[in-house]
Structure formats: C-alpha cells, structure tokens
C-alpha cells in the first residue's frame, strides 16, 4: 500500500509539473475553465495522497512497535520454552536413571527373596520336626503360630512366614535360657496318669513332683514327646528347688542330676 501511494505521488509531482510550465508560458485567460478544474481536482488529490502516505507511515509505526514487542515476546517465550524443554529432558534423564536403579533392586531383591524362600521352607520343616521334642507347655504357648506352618504355603505372604518362624524361634530360645515351673497331667511307668509340678531346665532337663512328694522323677525329650521316669530319691531336691523358685525358700545350692539313665 504505501509503495503504491509514493508512486502515485511521483506521478502527481510529474504531471503538476507538465502543467506548470504551460502556465508560466502563456496567460491564464487562455485555458479553459476544464483545465483549471482539473489541474485542482490533480492538487486536491495530491494532498489527499501525502495525507494517506503520512497516515500509512504513522500506522506502520504503530505496527511496527507492535511487532517488535510481540517478537520479543516471542523470543522469551521461546526461551522460557527451551528451558522448559531442557529441564524436561533432565528430568527425564534422572528418571532413567533411578528407573534402572530400580530395576536393579527388583532384580536384587527377587534373588534374595528366592533365597529367603529356600531358607524359610527348611526352617518351617525343622520346626515342624522339632515340634515334639518341646516341653508342653511351650507348645502350648506356640500352637497358634505352630498350626501356621502347616498350612499352604499360598496362604500366606513370605514376610508373614519369615516372622512366623522368626518369633517360634525367638520363644523357644527364651524358654531354652531359663528355667520354668509348669503344672502338667504326665503319664509315667506303666502309663499312671499323675498331676506334677514341673521344673524345666531350659529344653533338654526337667523335673517333676506330685502334690504329695510321693512321686518325683525326671524327663527328657524324645521324638514321640516327651518320656518320664520315676525316682523316688530326687523328691526331696524336687520340692526345694521349687520352694527356692518361688522364693518360699533363701537362695540356696540345690543339686540334681544332668545326667541320668
């Protein structure tokens, strides 16, 4: 457009100036009343046409400002958008990065779980063997977690079993470290039925005592339960070395025998 409106105002200049020198040459009684008409209809469009040109030069400011704060507009964003991009990649780099981290712990962890199993499964079988050499009371106590190992292995997560088996073998070392006085229905020779008093030492001893003191013995653990014998000589030692348990009696040596046939 304002191409088109300087080349229209090069060709007004031109043809002002055909008619200037005409003008200058001759009177001005000697043109008609057309020409004059049309040599100011020529100027008339001639201002009209600086007037365009200059408004047109004014409105191409405008743009042009325009233009320039949106291309710089442009430009931030532009830059804000690479940094954009860049921190995604970063990001994305990073989460690469601990993806293959984790892969590789996944891959750790389902080795050590597949050990743990093998693990696990030997001591669920163990225990299971083990079962009845415990004293009665300790079995007592463990049933609920010893009835767990014989159900499905499906049943139950691995982490479940682990720490089933973990606290079977946490109370059977406690119990193995210290003595315990239990009150039992035992069978002994001939398979009499007595109610005794019990004093187990740890897993491997014990010793026992009916009400009256008339029969004592001692115990020891075999794979059908455990067997008990009588010993008419322990009674005495039996009965003060419960006395002493349960601190009816001073603190004092009381001898049994270990080792007995």
């Not at 001005?28 to 201002?47: F, H, K, N, P, Q």
């Not at 029969?215 to 009965?239: A, K, M």
Request: with cysteine.
């Amino acid at each position: 457009m304002i191409k088109w409106l300087i080349g229209m105002k090069c060709l007004i200049k031109q043809y002002l100036l055909a008619f200037a020198l005409p003008i200058a040459a001759y009177p001005l009684g000697a043109y008609s009343a057309e020409l004059l008409d049309e040599t100011r209809t020529t100027i008339r469009e001639w201002v009209e046409t600086e007037q365009a040109i200059s408004h047109e030069k004014s409105q191409w400011r405008e743009e042009r400002a325009s233009l320039t704060t949106l291309l710089s507009i442009l430009r931030a964003e532009e830059e804000t958008l690479n940094e954009e991009i860049a921190l995604a990649q970063d990001i994305a780099s990073r989460a690469d990065e601990e993806r293959l981290v984790l892969v590789e712990q996944l891959s750790s962890y389902q080795e050590v779980s597949a050990l743990l199993e093998v693990l696990i499964s030997d001591y669920e079988r163990q225990l299971k063997i083990i079962e009845s050499y415990l004293p009665q009371v300790l079995r007592s106590e463990l049933q609920p977690r010893l009835n767990r190992l014989q159900q499905e292995r499906t049943s139950h997560s691995l982490s479940e079993r682990t720490q089933n088996v973990l606290n079977i073998l946490a109370e059977i070392e406690s119990f193995d470290s210290r003595i315990t006085l239990a009150s039992e229905l035992i069978s002994v020779e001939q398979d009499q039925s007595i109610e005794a008093r019990i004093l187990y030492l740890g897993l491997s001893k014990a010793f026992f005592v009916n009400e009256s003191a008339t029969i004592s013995g001692y115990g020891s653990p075999f794979d059908t339960g455990w067997q008990w014998r009588t010993d008419e000589t322990l009674s005495g030692s039996i009965v003060r070395a419960i006395d002493v348990y349960e601190t009816r009696l001073t603190p004092q040596l009381v001898t049994l025998p270990l080792k007995v046939d």
